[in-house]
């Protein structure tokens, strides 16, 4: 059986709530919404840490396919362009993963503009484009990743 505290968006004159009441319900509140951040945070550290694992796990096949792509410069072709792009949940504007959340989100922007300023000097936003649908599908699944991993004090 769940309890939930209450709180002053449950305050009538049938629920009357004490100073003390409404003061541990805010702590509470303020305690919950400190996991949700921390849950986050630790994604977004993991998202950095884990960026782009597959250019040095297969930094052999890349460095083959960049000798072969000197002229053209077209890797989009290649073995390891298609397996890093398949294999990395921020490459949004390649394939959306059916769980993709805020955090991919967050990755995908940070790369590109990262990728755009290291390279050229600025950013190109032709590469920022996402599918239709996919702010809203991330919206809704993080909020689904949320309510499912961090439990509320209760």
């Given at each position: 059986m769940v309890?939930?505290?209450?709180?002053?968006?449950t305050?009538?004159?049938k629920?009357?709530l004490?100073?003390?009441?409404?003061?541990?319900?805010?702590?509470?509140?303020?305690?919950d919404?400190m996991?949700?951040?921390?849950f986050?945070?630790?994604l977004?550290?993991?998202?950095?840490?884990?960026h782009?694992?597959t250019?040095?796990?297969?930094?052999?096949?890349?460095?083959?396919?960049?000798?072969?792509?000197?002229?053209d410069?077209?890797?989009?072709?290649?073995?390891?362009n298609?397996?890093?792009?398949?294999?990395?949940?921020?490459?949004?504007?390649?394939?959306?993963?059916d769980?993709?959340?805020?955090?991919?989100?967050l990755?995908?922007?940070?790369?590109?503009v990262?990728a755009?300023?290291?390279?050229?000097?600025?950013?190109?936003?032709?590469?920022?484009?996402?599918?239709?649908?996919t702010?809203?599908?991330?919206?809704?699944?993080t909020?689904n990743?949320?309510?499912?991993?961090?439990?509320?004090?209760?």
């Amino acid at each position: 059986m769940v309890i939930y505290i209450k709180d002053t968006r449950t305050n009538n004159e049938k629920n009357k709530l004490t100073k003390e009441e409404i003061k541990q319900a805010s702590v509470m509140h303020k305690a919950d919404v400190m996991k949700g951040m921390i849950f986050f945070s630790d994604l977004l550290l993991d998202a950095g840490l884990n960026h782009d694992w597959t250019k040095l796990a297969y930094l052999e096949e890349i460095y083959t396919d960049y000798e072969k792509r000197l002229e053209d410069k077209d890797f989009s072709r290649d073995k390891w362009n298609k397996l890093h792009q398949s294999h990395e949940r921020h490459h949004l504007n390649s394939a959306v993963p059916d769980d993709v959340n805020l955090v991919d989100v967050l990755e995908f922007i940070v790369d590109c503009v990262m990728a755009g300023i290291g390279r050229f000097g600025e950013i190109d936003f032709k590469y920022l484009e996402l599918p239709e649908g996919t702010l809203e599908k991330a919206y809704m699944n993080t909020i689904n990743m949320l309510q499912e991993e961090v439990e509320t004090l209760k």
